[in-house]
Nanobody
Framework: VQLQASGGGLVQTGGSLRLSCAAS????????MGWFRQGPGKEREFVAA???????YYGNSVKDRFTISRDTSKNTVYLQMNSLKPEDTAVYYC?????????????????????WGQGTQVTVSS
C-alpha cells in the first residue's frame, strides 16, 4: 500500500488544521492506520491511530484536541487538529499495517507499522 499525506501548513496558536492520508491498494478497511509526528531534534512520537474494528487511540499530548477518522469509500484517514500549540510543530506521518490488532499498546508502537507516507509539515506560530 502507498500512503500520501497532505494538509499541513502554517497556523497560529489556537488554530485548526485537518490532515489527510490517502491510501492506494485494496482492503483499506483491513488496515490499522496511524499518525505519528517528529519535531525538530525529537524522536518520532505517536499521535493517533484508528483500528480496523473502529477503535481510536490517542497520545496523551493530543487527547481532547485531535480526532482521527477514516472514510473507507475514499481510502482516506484524517487527523483533525484543534487548539493547536507551538509544541505541535512537527512533520506528521501517516502509517499503516494490516497485522496490528488487539492490545491498545500495539497501535502506538511505530515499529509495528510497515507502510509510511512521506510526511507533511505542520508549523504552529506563537
Amino acid at each position: 500500500v502507498q500512503l500520501q499525506a497532505s494538509g499541513g501548513g502554517l497556523v497560529q496558536t489556537g488554530g485548526s488544521l485537518r490532515l489527510s492520508c490517502a491510501a492506494s491498494g485494496r482492503s483499506f478497511s483491513m488496515y490499522a492506520m496511524g499518525w505519528f509526528r517528529q519535531g525538530p531534534g525529537k524522536e518520532r512520537e505517536f499521535v493517533a491511530a484508528s483500528s480496523r474494528a473502529g477503535g481510536t487511540y490517542y497520545g496523551n499530548s493530543v487527547k481532547d484536541r485531535f480526532t482521527i477518522s477514516r472514510d473507507t469509500s475514499k481510502n482516506t484517514v484524517y487527523l483533525q487538529m484543534n487548539s493547536l500549540k507551538p509544541e505541535d510543530t512537527a512533520v506528521y506521518y501517516c502509517a499503516a499495517d494490516y497485522t496490528i490488532y488487539g492490545s491498545s499498546s500495539y497501535y502506538s508502537d511505530r515499529s509495528r507499522y510497515s507502510y509510511w507516507g512521506q510526511g507533511t509539515q505542520v508549523t504552529v506560530s506563537s
